[in-house]
Nanobody
Framework: RVTLVESGGGSVQSGGTLEISCRIS????????MGWFRQAPEKEREGVAA???????RYSDSVEGLFTIYSTGPVAALYLRMNDLKPEDTAMYFC?????????????????????WGQGTQVTVSS
């Protein structure tokens, strides 16, 4: 059974930096395409960042150049480093996974492209 567990959320002031992580268990990380999503109160869940092949990634326009998604090989973990945080980044952050087909990851930021979800970790940015 595949499970995802996020950690590292917390409160930070505007302009600060935070790094959250997601550990996957039940299967090797390399079998999955991974992404980060967030959901602010009374808003729909939105894709933030997703890994593609060859070490590349796709980002939403709102976080491009500010957030970095990466994974570690031997340790089954996915990370999201968030720089220059703003109050509008306040949300519950979720990691998501879907089994890859022949090692290909499209870097989708669409919720419906992912099958496995963590419980989320809260990030709060104060002004």
């Amino acid at each position: 059974r595949v499970t995802l567990v996020e950690s590292g959320g917390g409160s930070v002031q505007s302009g600060g930096t935070l790094e959250i992580s997601c550990r996957i268990s039940g299967a090797p990380l390399g079998r999955f395409c991974m992404g980060w999503f967030r959901q602010a109160p009374e808003k729909e869940r939105e894709g933030v960042a997703a890994l593609m092949g060859g070490g590349t990634a796709r980002y939403s326009d709102s976080v491009e150049g500010l957030f970095t998604i990466y994974s570690t090989g031997p340790v089954a973990a996915l990370y999201l480093r968030m720089n220059d945080l703003k109050p509008e980044d306040t949300a519950m952050y979720f990691c998501a996974a879907v089994e890859t087909t022949r090692g290909y990851c499209s870097g989708s930021l669409k919720e419906y492209d992912y099958d496995y979800w963590g419980q989320g970790t809260q990030v709060t940015v104060s002004s």
